[in-house]
């Protein structure tokens, strides 16, 4: 398939344990961004990477968050310490430019995080 | 700040009815998109439209038509002759221009549910 994939589908993990999600955004896509949608509630922006770069940062809630795009192409984002506040569907989008402004995102399945 | 509204958490109507989906949007930005999301029971964010705001025109897709009101800050969609495919919680969106980060804002969406 051509759309943007997430892995794994659903973590469940244990308070205090380090968990990564990986997303892999459609080919050629420059732009990528990460959001978290808890029950009820619409997505929230957590970071955004144009190419390798993180562009926008400023949604990742405190320093147990952080992302990587090494090679401009998949991206993992990573929780230390998680908490049970942590439990959320995490979700992966990207899209073709990103730079200019008011690019469709094209939106993976998600992550839905558990944090016991 | 950018901030979207939608206030109606859940609609209910009976297969073949028309619908209205309110978005109400708040930015200070003279160029941002409106976006609208489908997101169904299976959890994969859907695109359906995207309107820059110096394009008032509305828009009909099939079923689907759109009503950009700049003097409201309105952005609303109607489902004409409603189906129970349309069942799905519907997010308004809101990006800014590229120089304020390309994130969207979304409302806490609206769940559509179409009874047979």
């Known amino acids: 398939g051509a759309g943007v994939s997430q892995t794994p589908s659903n973590k469940v993990t244990e308070k205090g344990k380090y968990v990564e999600l990986r997303c892999d955004p459609i080919?050629?896509?420059?732009?990528l961004y990460w959001y978290r949608q808890s029950l009820g509630q619409g997505p929230e922006f957590l970071i955004y990477f144009q190419g390798t770069g993180a562009a926008d940062d400023s949604g990742l809630p405190n320093d147990r968050f952080f992302a990587v795009r090494p090679e401009g192409s998949v991206s993992t984002l990573k929780i230390q310490r998680t908490e049970r506040g942590d439990s959320a569907v995490y979700l992966c989008?990207?899209?073709?430019?990103?730079?200019?402004?008011?690019?469709?995102?094209?939106f993976g399945p998600g992550t839905r995080l558990t944090v016991l | 700040a950018q901030k979207v509204t939608q206030a109606q958490t859940e609609i209910s109507v009976v297969e073949k009815e028309d619908v209205t989906l309110d978005c109400v949007y708040e930015?200070?930005?003279?160029?941002?998109?409106l976006f609208w999301y489908k997101q169904p029971p299976s959890g994969e964010l859907v695109f359906l439209i995207r309107?820059?705001?110096?394009?008032?025109q509305n828009e009909i897709s099939g079923r689907y038509s759109w009503n950009f009101q700049k003097s409201t800050s309105s952005f609303n969609f109607t489902i004409t002759a409603s189906q129970v495919v349309d069942s799905a919680v519907y997010f308004c969106a809101l990006s800014g221009p590229s120089n304020t980060g390309n994130q969207f804002y979304f409302g806490t969406g609206t769940s559509l549910t179409v009874i047979p």
């Open positions: 309107r820059n705001s110096f394009d008032e």
């Open positions: 080919s050629g896509h420059t732009a």
């Open positions: 989008a990207s899209s073709l430019r990103g730079w200019a402004g008011g690019d469709e995102q094209f």
């Open positions: 930015t200070r930005d003279t160029t941002y998109y």
